[in-house]
């Protein structure tokens, strides 16, 4: 995997990154600059209105209007011309640049520079066309050189800059001679050109200094650098080139040493490194490795120094004034073009890295107890840390270098959270989530062996830990950084079951329910971890045990049989084992815990249902009994739960919850088998039918029991008008219970398609439900009576109307039937007898109980 590029853009990000945090404190000292004005302004502003208002008071009252209309018109104005706010400053290279073609002197500084480049093009002339001889053309533009170095010493006091501009031009036409000489015409040997240039980059290091002359400097400078440049003929040696930009930045050193003059730096740094990368790109072979890289090392050493002299020399507040451009973009230009030269030696980038590395934590050593350079140190810090992480990938695989990045990370935040250094949090952060995304990729191609997976505990205990140490001293995180705990903690579960499953599925025994197996493992080492940290956000993570179980439940039903197949027995009950043990240990902590109790509590019966129902129809026994599998679980658990007054010291305060809630929901589940039951025909083939007095039966009356039972338990729960209404749904279902088995004899003994048409279009059915509809309306409105309630006449009322509606439109066209006549005859009488004992509903006089 090439992680060069990946690397080099995690070095720009902290650049960037701590680059601001040398912006801000630069932007201090300016706020509260500008914050005294604006007090000032505001001051004069209030005393101007005083003022005009005193004016106005002395006005005769009839120009009153008048004048408040100026005055305050006047004040506007001057608030609006003062409170707008300060442009912003532009940069200094903006500036100088701007100052230098617009102040001073404007035709001399213009001049310098055409005359530079003509003289460079005159050389450059020379070189290609034998004018004159060529020791007097050099001579003579030496000569000239010197004069205007002279002349601008002696007018170095003169406004505008003249002298300063004589001098830089002087001093970058000695380069241009010394180096044509040099390169062109070989009348100076290598030795005696360099010595020559040495002095000049002495001779324009000390007039800058001296003068305290920025732009001399700058001149003389840049007039250095562009004189290999202008009179490149496309030859000659690297040596000499980047000899000759060994003195130039020695004499940048200088300066340094006794000027903190940051854009003087930032210049000579720019023409290095562009220059060196241009030719590194262009011209570099591996051969010229040996000639090529003591330049580099001398390069960056020199303008490592020149950042530390910078902090170090600089007379201005702050005390930490850093160069970010020149601390961070250093490295960021330089070990590039180092990763260039020694790729072709194995592990050349990873000792490159190291020994940056470890450069930069040497020099946070040394500096990081000075008051000056504390954050010039903790800049070198940074990038030795990043240096280091950068060697990683060099020395090892992907995946090794990713689980090292990890450790490596949380190692950061540690620190970082207990300095209290956001830029470097930032980096531990990003770097774990590199980290994080790396490692599955790498092995994801050739499979989760031992050693990889060992990989992926590392990386799955640096983000628990990661999200650990985040969490508990969350007081420092910003807004957004709240969330990253708990994307640690959720990322570091993922890659546990990414790992872990496939290590349980290397076992055969195990491979149906490794996802399970691996839940249950990873929560007990959770809860562990959990109490010996007493984390307590972990804690909270830890109640969606259950919802993950479900969730595997339910997706393993789509593969597997039944729940209990192979050691899915074992594993589902250490599942809810486990899952009590939570709900025990953390009975005051879970935000949830009376909705996981109830949660557990279906789970366990849904189980425990698709179980007994598999087995049921793995031994074909036959619809009912299949029907009586799959309900035997809530109708065990329901009384069991219901019954008991008190659950003993733990579930005690749960236990109206379990009733109500927990039993509610069994109940239901009831309900819908009940409306499911109604349309089974009984199938016993070992057990004659009576009806009523078989199984099928005999479970649906148990589970209406238990229907009435939780509503009597319950009933002060509900208000009046909902008790109502359950009652009323349970008494409808229960008639339908009695038509049901009514239908079920007539299907067992008269042998009648158990089906709606069928069993509509037989008369024994159509007489007997009428028949039987009527003594279930009598004794609603006998019972009326009785409990003096309307709502029991008019239910028991409502039903003779269907018997009777039933009767003139379904039996009265086959009135000529014996069948047909005994529903008219049965039905009509029982109407008499109930017209006689509650002809209207009686006075309501107490509610249902």
Same mark, same amino acid.
């Given at each position: ?402 689980? !090292?990045?990890? =450790?490596? #990370?949380?190692? +950061? &935040? ?7 250094? %956001?830029?470097?949090?930032? $980096? ?123 969730? !595997?439940?339910? =997706?393993? #039903?789509?593969? +597997? &049989? ?7 027995? %074992?594993?589902?009950?250490? $599942? ?274």
């Amino acid at each position: 995997m090439n992680t060069s590029a990946l690397f080099f853009i995690l070095l720009g990000f902290w650049v960037f990154t701590l680059q601001n945090k040398i912006n801000h404190l630069e932007k201090i000292v300016n706020g509260l600059r500008d914050k005294k004005r604006y007090e000032s302004i505001e001051e004069e502003s209030i005393s101007m209105t005083e003022e005009i208002e005193d004016e106005v008071n002395e006005v005769f009252i009839d120009t009153v209007p008048s004048k408040v209309e100026e005055a305050t018109s006047s004040v506007e104005t001057f608030k609006q011309t003062y409170s707008e706010p300060t442009p912003q400053e532009p940069s200094k290279l903006v500036s100088f640049i701007t100052d230098y073609f617009t102040g001073g002197n404007l035709l001399v500084r213009i001049g310098g520079v055409v005359l530079f480049f003509g003289l460079a093009f005159l050389v450059k002339y020379a070189a290609e066309h034998s004018i004159i001889s060529i020791e007097m053309r050099l001579g003579s533009v030496a000569v000239a050189a010197i004069a205007l170095i002279i002349v601008g010493w002696r007018l170095r006091d003169r406004e505008g800059a003249y002298g300063q501009i004589l001098q830089g031009l002087g001093v970058a036409m000695l380069y241009l001679v010394i180096y044509g000489a040099s390169k062109f015409y070989e009348l100076l040997a290598l030795d005696v050109a360099f010595a020559l240039m040495f002095a000049v980059v002495i001779l324009g290091s000390i007039l800058a200094v001296v003068e305290n002359a920025l732009p001399l400097a700058l001149f003389a400078m840049a007039g250095g650098f562009l004189v290999p440049i202008l009179t490149s003929s496309g030859d000659g040696s690297h040596v000499v080139l980047f000899s000759y930009y060994v003195l130039l930045n020695f004499g940048l050193f200088t300066v340094a040493w006794y000027r903190s003059w940051r854009l003087l730096n930032i210049v000579g740094f720019i023409f290095t490194f562009v220059i060196a990368t241009a030719w590194g790109v262009l011209r570099y072979q591996p051969e010229l490795f040996n000639t090529t890289e003591p330049f580099l090392i001398l390069f960056f050493l020199m303008y490592l120094s020149i950042s530390i002299l910078f902090t170090i020399k600089h007379p201005f507040e702050p005390k930490n004034l850093v160069d970010g451009t020149l601390v961070f973009g250093l490295p960021v230009v330089a070990f590039p073009l180092q990763v260039s030269l020694v790729k072709v030696f194995e592990y050349g980038e990873a000792y490159s890295a190291v020994v940056l590395g470890t450069l930069y934590g040497l020099l946070f050593q040394v500096l990081k107890n000075k008051e000056r350079t504390e954050l010039l140190s903790q800049s070198f810090l940074a990038l030795a840390v990043v240096f280091y992480t950068i060697a990683i990938p060099y020395i090892f695989d992907a995946d090794v270098s990713a689980a !090292l990045w990890s =450790l490596e #990370s949380a190692a +950061i &935040i540690w620190v970082s959270l207990k300095q209290h250094k %956001v830029y470097a949090r930032y $980096f531990g952060e990003a770097l774990l989530f590199l980290s994080i995304a790396v490692y599955p990729d790498s092995v994801s191609s050739y499979g989760i062996s031992w050693a990889e997976y060992m990989g992926y505990i590392i990386v799955i205990v640096a983000s628990l830990l990661a999200s650990y140490l985040l969490d508990k001293d969350k007081k420092q995180l910003s807004v957004l950084e709240l969330f990253v705990p708990k994307v640690f903690l959720g990322l570091s579960l993922l890659l546990w079951f990414t790992g872990t499953a496939e290590q349980f599925m290397r076992f055969e025994i195990l491979y149906d329910n490794a996802m399970l197996f691996s839940l249950i493992l990873g929560a007990a080492l959770l809860f562990v971890v959990s109490q010996w940290l007493n984390w307590k956000m972990l804690v909270q993570m830890l109640q969606g045990y259950l919802i993950f179980g479900v969730l !595997l439940f339910f =997706l393993n #039903s789509l593969h +597997i &049989i039944h729940p209990f197949e192979g050691t899915g027995a %074992v594993a589902w009950s250490i $599942f809810v084992m486990l899952g009590y043990l939570f709900l025990y240990q953390f009975d005051k902590a879970w935000q949830y815990i009376k909705q996981i109790h109830i949660l557990t509590l279906w789970f366990i019966v849904m189980v425990l249902m698709l179980e007994l129902r598999y087995h049921a129809v793995a031994l074909d026994m036959g619809q009912s009994i299949i029907a009586i599998a799959v309900v035997t679980a809530p109708l065990i658990f329901s009384p069991l739960l219901l019954f008991p007054k008190d659950y003993g010291a733990w579930l005690e305060r749960y236990r109206k919850n379990y009733q109500l809630v927990g039993i509610g929901g069994l109940v239901l589940v009831l309900m819908l088998w009940e409306l499911k039951a109604f349309s089974i025909a009984p199938d016993f083939t070992f057990l004659r039918y009576i009806p009523v007095f078989n199984p099928l039966d005999a479970v649906q009356i148990l589970g209406f029991v238990v229907a009435t039972y939780w509503l009597y338990r319950n009933s002060d729960t509900f208000v009046q008008e909902v008790k109502v209404q359950l009652i009323g749904l349970l008494s409808f279902m229960v008639i339908l219970f009695m038509t049901v088995v009514f239908a079920r004899a007539i299907y067992m003994f008269r042998e009648v398609d158990y089906t709606f048409v069928s069993l509509w279009q037989d008369i024994y059915f159509q007489t007997g439900i009428s028949i039987l509809w009527s003594v279930i309306a009598i004794v609603l409105m006998l019972l009326s009576k009785r409990y003096k309630n309307r709502l029991l006449w008019l239910a028991g009322f409502g039903l003779l109307i269907l018997v009777v509606l039933k009767l003139f439109f379904v039996e009265l066209a086959s009135s000529g039937t014996i069948e047909r006549i005994i529903s008219f005859i049965v039905v009509g009488s029982l109407l008499l007898l109930i017209g006689y004992f509650v002809p209207l509903p009686p006075n309501e006089e107490k509610e249902l109980e």
